[in-house]
Structures are given as structure tokens and as C-alpha cells.
């Protein structure tokens, strides 16, 4: 999902510094709703908890360069169900922030732009959980196409930022568009492993069942909210 340097660049950098701006300052107000709820202590340990398994998705499972992008495994609904959304976002813009700071420096220039491709979908992702997963339901209970509906919305919201990144630096032209297409095609295959890894982490949970209550993860992994 990172856009590579040049494909966005002189004025229209402009563009990602606002976009991150915006991405980060919902990520502080949905940090301070789960103070309000769960505690500063309880934010603290899961946000470093999301970093370091942000940290492990980027440098040690495979990414390759696929078109205008790479194709990672980021785990986007694996860190949403296991720590919640502000854990979830502190991790991934905190995450790889110190990628770029300690092994991919050349990323740094895009970090708005990559920081909003993860962050928007992970919110979307978010509203979308609230329609698709009952309030008597508990992450643990989730089914296959519940988890999968999750993965996709953030997936495909990935490929959609990725593209529009792209036609805006770069325009409509045809080697444009068959890198978008390349990019897009191989990183929805992504869709078919997510949802079985969120699934085993589940089950992973239900045998875990000391973990409920904890301050290691999210509450509603354990206990529905009616």
C-alpha cells in the first residue's frame, strides 16, 4: 500500500499533508472516546500492542512491489477486533512511522499519503462493524461472511486511496492505469487469506477466554454491548 516516492510529488504533496492532518486528528478524538471508556492504561497497552504487530505485518511477512504500490498482508480487521479502532489506528500510523524511520527513510516525504490509504478504510471499517455485527454479538461469535464483508471494506479501500493516488500524481494515462489495475488485482487476493486469519485469531480467543476482561484487548471481543 505504500505509493512509491515520485508518484506524488511537488505541490501536490500538499494534498497528503491535509488528508493526514484530518486522519490523524479523528484518530486523537476516537483515542479520547476510548480513554473516556476504557482508561488511559487500558489505550496504552493495546496501542503498543497494535505498533509491534503493525511492525511484524510490514517487515517480516511478505510484501512485494506490485505495480504503482506493494502488496502487504496488513491485517487491518485483525487489529480492529482484537484491540479496537484507536488502538488499531495508533498502531498503524505509529507503525509505520518507525518503519520509515528505521529502515525505509526514502518513505518518509509519502507518510501522509500512506498514513491516510491506511487509516480512511480503517475507519470506514469501523462504521461498517457497527451495521453488520449485532450489538448482542461479540467479536468471538463472528461468522465467515461477517469477517470477510470486514477484510474486503478495508482492503478495497486500500486499492481505491492507492488509485487515487495515482491518477491524481500521475494522471489517466495507459501506463498509469495498467499499474493501478496490476496493483489492484493483486492485492485483493489479500481478501482471500484476512478472513482466515481473523477467524483463527477468534477461535484463538475463545480458548483464551482468561484474556476476558483484560487490558490487553478490546472489550467487545469478549462481551457484547446489549
Known amino acids: 500500500m505504500h505509493i512509491e516516492p515520485g508518484v506524488v510529488d511537488g505541490a501536490k504533496m500538499v494534498l497528503g499533508f491535509a488528508t493526514a492532518a484530518a486522519v490523524l486528528g479523528f484518530t486523537a478524538k476516537k483515542a479520547l472516546d476510548t480513554i473516556n471508556k476504557d482508561g488511559l492504561t487500558s489505550l496504552a497497552v493495546r496501542s503498543v500492542l497494535a505498533i509491534a504487530a503493525v511492525l511484524f505485518y510490514f517487515q517480516v511477512l511478505p510484501h512485494h512491489p506490485v505495480g504503482v504500490s506493494e502488496v502487504h498482508l496488513i491485517m487491518g480487521s485483525t487489529l480492529f477486533l482484537l484491540f479496537g479502532l484507536a488502538p488499531a489506528a495508533i498502531g498503524l500510523a505509529t507503525g509505520l512511522l518507525l518503519q520509515g524511520v528505521l529502515f ?25 462493524a457497527k451495521r453488520i455485527i449485532p ?6 461469535d463472528l461468522e465467515y461472511l461477517q469477517t470477510l464483508k470486514l477484510s474486503t471494506a478495508y482492503q478495497g479501500g486500500i486499492v481505491a486511496w492507492v ?6 500524481g500521475q494522471g489517466f494515462g495507459a501506463e498509469t492505469l ?8 493483486a492485492y485483493m487476493t489479500v481478501i482471500i487469506v484476512e478472513p482466515l486469519v481473523d477467524l483463527a485469531v477468534l477461535a484463538g480467543a475463545k480458548w483464551l477466554d482468561g484474556l476476558n476482561g483484560s487490558a490487553l484487548i478490546e472489550e467487545r471481543l469478549y462481551s457484547a454491548t446489549a
Open 163 to 168: 488509485a487515487f493516488w495515482a491518477f491524481y
Open 104 to 128: 525505509a527513510p526514502l518513505d518518509l516525504p509519502q507518510y501522509g499519503i500512506n498514513i491516510t490509504t491506511l487509516l480512511v478504510p480503517l475507519f470506514a471499517m469501523g462504521a461498517l
Open 135 to 140: 450489538q448482542n454479538t461479540a467479536y468471538k
Open 178 to 185: 495498467a499499474s493501478v489495475a496490476t496493483f489492484g488485482a
